[in-house]
């Protein structure tokens, strides 16, 4: 993948469209989206193409944000014309989860890609194990804490997720429905959230991808220009099949499907790096 040929660009191109493909059909499935499912799905498209492990979760990484800059958008503007984006919480809590984005991104930048692969790893299984462990309704606490823990947990979502390459919705949905906050409020204001840690960290990873030695073919830094052009048409076209597939299984068990899709996903990804 070390040149521009054109069977290079064609194996490249084909795995990044069945990349969104099958993101797109598992976001639909299971009501999930973004770099949760993006990320371990290029992760395994790009060893498969021999791409440098030493880039390869980078890569990955700084694509799939680049691709939350689209859906993040189309998503965030459809919550808001619904009324279900807390804009009062984002202008008291923007500038902790940009700062954390900050911070996450130039730890991962300067992170091994064997290193960037563990934190997703590890994460995708605290994710999965608080789906399957987590009673439906319970919460921690009837609000948001006060000053400062609320802006610490808007610092950690921000840089946790900008390592992860993923939105605002992984980590973010959880935690506000851990303290009490309704759904759709919920869902609709990790939306946003998923620009604050895009827009960002998109740009950071151009920048401290940018030179670096085996990146694929039309790279921007750690932005692949093919993925980012054939995944978000792929993914948009493949979502509604999905969620024609979901409206036919008990949702309880989409629930389980996805939750052990992490723990297998986030096992796996440890594994490589320890073997």
Not at 14 to 30: D, E, K, N, P, R
Not at 95 to 102: D, Q, S
Not at 146 to 166: A, D, R, T, Y
């Amino acid at each position: 993948m070390e040149d521009l040929s054109f069977v290079s660009l064609a194996l490249l191109a084909g795995a990044l469209l069945a990349t969104g493909l099958v993101a797109g059909i598992i976001a639909g499935l299971l009501g999930v989206g973004g770099g949760i499912v993006i990320v371990p799905v290029l992760y395994y498209m790009f060893t498969a193409l021999k791409i440098d492990p030493a880039i390869l979760m980078h890569v990955a990484v700084g694509t799939s944000l680049a691709t939350i800059l689209a859906t993040g958008t189309s998503s965030a503007r459809a919550h808001y014309n619904r009324g279900s984006v807390d804009i009062d919480l984002l202008k008291r809590w923007w500038w902790a989860i940009a700062i954390g984005v900050i911070s996450g991104a130039m730890i991962a930048g300067n992170m091994s890609g064997g290193a960037l692969t563990l934190v997703f790893g590890v994460v995708a299984l605290l994710v999965s194990a608080n789906m399957l462990l987590r009673k439906e309704g319970s919460a921690l606490a009837d609000k948001l804490p006060g000053s400062p823990i609320k802006e610490l947990l808007g610092f950690l979502i921000g840089g946790i997720s900008v390592m992860m390459g993923i939105g605002g919705g992984t980590l973010g949905v959880p935690t506000l429905t851990l303290f009490n906050y309704p759904i759709r409020k919920a869902v609709g204001t990790a939306a946003a959230i998923g620009l604050i840690i895009a827009v960002p960290g998109t740009l950071m990873s151009i920048f401290f991808g940018w030179g670096a030695e085996g990146l694929p073919p039309l790279s921007l830094g750690y932005v692949n220009l093919i993925g980012f052009f054939l995944i978000i048409p792929a993914s948009t076209f493949a979502a509604p099949l999905g969620a024609k597939i979901a409206h036919a299984i008990d949702p309880s068990k989409l629930k389980l499907i996805f939750a052990l899709f992490l723990g297998f996903t986030g096992l796996r990804m440890i594994y490589d790096v320890m073997m």
